[in-house]
């Protein structure tokens, strides 16, 4: 599986924005989804997962403000953001895992949210 993340890009403060990660192989509901971001001179973070079973788990800074949904016909994983702020600024990844042990990342996109 490779995976393509886009839709980054630089955003006002309070505006919205909606990435996408398109999968070359076949990404089945086995897989479990998620999208992860870095900020400079920070440790990457898990930012929402999706789980094969529809579950879905965010981290508590984007919560209400972040929605990870899938669109299997298309392989690929969305993540839309609303209500940016400043400290949303980071490169974002997704990831896939299969069977808890194959894991897979996209190559990033670039995140940025002036004030």
């Known amino acids: 599986v490779q995976l393509q993340a886009s839709g980054g890009g630089v955003v006002q403060a309070g505006g919205s924005l909606r990435l996408s990660c398109a999968a070359s192989?076949?990404?089945?509901?086995?897989?479990?989804m998620g999208w992860y971001r870095q900020a400079p001179g920070k440790r990457r973070e898990m930012v929402a997962i999706?789980?094969?079973?529809?579950?879905?788990n965010y981290v508590d800074s984007v919560k209400g403000r972040f929605t990870i949904s899938r669109e299997n016909a298309r392989n690929t994983v969305y993540l839309q953001m609303n209500s940016l702020n400043p400290e949303d600024t980071a490169v974002y990844y997704c990831?896939?895992?299969?069977?808890?042990?194959?894991?897979?990342w996209g190559q990033g996109t670039q995140v940025t949210v002036s004030s």
């Open positions: 990831n896939a895992v299969r069977n808890g042990i194959y894991s897979y």
């Open positions: 192989g076949n990404l089945d509901s086995s897989y479990v």
């Open positions: 999706l789980t094969s079973g529809g579950s879905t």
